[in-house]
Structure formats: structure tokens, C-alpha cells
């Protein structure tokens, strides 16, 4: 089964608009990761967040962490056109497997 | 630096076949790990690979296989192929610093395997 689970599944915003994307995991992690994957081509890592943090920025991106509630949200300001591509979390849990979710697909509109 | 390089970009292959994939990884990248995407499933974890052995796997039949080389690329060989194998094929590579997948991961533009 799936650790990371995203939410919405789908996502379509105007451009310069803020998407927020939310992702819930099962089990304990040592981190938790981001990508970013354009129409099925290969994935591009984002940010990474470990489970002793509670926020991480990165450019427009912003990332927070709640271990107690096992959750995870980014979210992207400003949006731009090139924005528009699927995100996936990825939970690396105790047991050294990095699991993905099945990705929120991100549309933005001109 | 070179990114992660995967051969052939597209496969197609029939029922019963087997398939090897390549994986060149980042030089100095210690690590390589192989991801099966398909639209039912998403991205599952298949094994990984480090200083030629495998450290992790996923759950999948025995039919998938890996190895790794002395210069860290990487193999996979999936044999008797079936219908729902096809799928996009994501090597991905890191450091290995942290036991497991704790680095952050630079993947390959992937394998399309067409399965018929």
C-alpha cells in the first residue's frame, strides 16, 4: 500500500494564484521529499524535509511537516505555467524505503 | 555533471519475454534504486543497489532482478514478461550517505516498457 498519500488528487488554479497540496503518510519517517514530475518523464526532487523539522523554504516553494498528525502540505506561490506538472511526496521510512504517493496533478490556467 | 542515464528510452516486448534495462548513475553516486510507475499503482519502490549489493527491495515477484557493477551502474532484468509490467521504469541515484533512500534522489528520464 501507498505510505503517501496526496490530496487533491488534482488541481487547477489560475496563474499567479498559491497551490497547496497535502500529503498524509502511514508509518514513522526519517524524511519526508517532494517531486515533481513533467507528463511522464522523470522526476525532479524538489525539497526535503526531515522529521526534526517543521518548515523548509525554497524559493516559491514552502514546506511544512507534522509528524503527530503523520502529514505533509507544499505550497506554491506566485504560480507559473511551468508549474503545471504532478507532485509526488515521498516518505523514506525506519525501514530505508522511500514509498511514494500517486501524485497530485497540478493545471495552471493562463 | 552528467545526470542519470537510462537505456533504451522504449521497449517494446511480448508476452513470455525477458528485458534488461540500464542505469548509468551521477558519478560518484554510490546508490541506485529502480521505481515500476503506472497509471494504477503509481511509483513503487522495486530494490536498491549500493557498492553492488542489494540493501532494500519492494515487493515484487522474483520475475524483477537487479545487480550492480563495480562503477555503480546498474541492471534490472525483469523475465517472463506479462501484460502488466508495462509501465515507466525510474532509476534513480544518490549518494548513500544515509543508509536506505534518506538522500535525496536524481532520477533518469525512465524506460517505457510496452508489453503486447
Known amino acids: 500500500s501507498q505510505q503517501g498519500e496526496e490530496d487533491p488528487q488534482a488541481l487547477s488554479i489560475q496563474e499567479g494564484e498559491n497551490a497547496t497540496m497535502n500529503c498524509s503518510y502511514k508509518t514513522s519517517i526519517n524524511n519526508l521529499q517532494w517531486y515533481r514530475q513533467n507528463s511522464g518523464r522523470g522526476l525532479v526532487h524538489l525539497i526535503l524535509?526531515?522529521?526534526?523539522?517543521r518548515e523548509k523554504h525554497s524559493g516559491r516553494l514552502r514546506v511544512t511537516l507534522d509528524t503527530s498528525k503523520k502529514s505533509s502540505s507544499l505550497l506554491i506561490t506566485a504560480s507559473r505555467a511551468a508549474d503545471t506538472a504532478s507532485y509526488f511526496c515521498?516518505?523514506?521510512?525506519?525501514?530505508?524505503?522511500?514509498?511514494f504517493g500517486k501524485g497530485t496533478r497540478l493545471h495552471i490556467l493562463p | 555533471k552528467a545526470g542519470v542515464t537510462q537505456t533504451p528510452r522504449y521497449l517494446i516486448k511480448t508476452r513470455g519475454q525477458q528485458v534488461t534495462l540500464s542505469c548509468s548513475p551521477i558519478?560518484?553516486?554510490?546508490?541506485v534504486s529502480w521505481y515500476q510507475q503506472t497509471p494504477g499503482q503509481g511509483l513503487q519502490f522495486l530494490f536498491e543497489y549500493f557498492s553492488e549489493t542489494q540493501r532494500n527491495k519492494g515487493n515484487f515477484p522474483g520475475r524483477f532482478s537487479g545487480r550492480q557493477f563495480s562503477n555503480s551502474r546498474s541492471e534490472m532484468n525483469v523475465s517472463t514478461l506479462e501484460l502488466g509490467d508495462s509501465a515507466l521504469y525510474l532509476c534513480a541515484s544518490n549518494l548513500g550517505t544515509y543508509f536506505g533512500a534518506g538522500d535525496e534522489q536524481f532520477f533518469g528520464p525512465g524506460t517505457r516498457l510496452t508489453v503486447l
Open positions: 524535509i526531515r522529521s526534526n523539522e
Open positions: 558519478s560518484g553516486h554510490r546508490s
Open positions: 515521498a516518505a523514506a521510512n525506519r525501514d530505508d524505503k522511500i514509498i
